[in-house]
């Protein structure tokens, strides 16, 4: 980065305010902005979700990440723990029943 301000301190300042210009331009013309917007959104609209997991705010940060992030990858009705044992069906076949 040192370098770059190097190359940009013997440069025009106002060459380049228009090549700052042009290329934020050219990245709103392309939907930059609006899919930061939209982005930005859904972000905010996961935070209600986030508080109710526990994955988020002031109680989240009281837990340790490995404690707060297991429960991400968990589905529901599932357990984490490993001692957890299998259904009774779930050995049984599927499909319909021999004739």
């Not at 060459?15 to 290329?23: I, N, R």
């Not at 939907?31 to 109680?59: C, D, S, V």
């Not at 009705?77 to 049984?92: I, N, T, V, W």
Request: proline content about 12%; hydrophobic content about 35%.
């Amino acid at each position: 980065m040192a370098a770059h301000r190097e190359r940009a301190r013997g440069r025009d300042p106002y060459a380049l305010k228009l090549a700052k210009a042009s290329v934020n331009e050219t990245q709103d013309a392309q939907g930059w902005r609006q899919a930061m917007e939209n982005t930005f959104k859904n972000y905010m609209l996961t935070i209600p979700h986030r508080i109710e997991m526990g994955t988020y705010g002031p109680a989240a940060r009281a837990k340790a990440p490995k404690d707060r992030f297991g429960v991400l990858n968990k589905k529901p009705g599932c357990s984490l723990s490993a001692s957890a044992s299998p259904p009774a069906d779930a050995a049984a076949p599927r499909g319909p029943p021999p004739p």
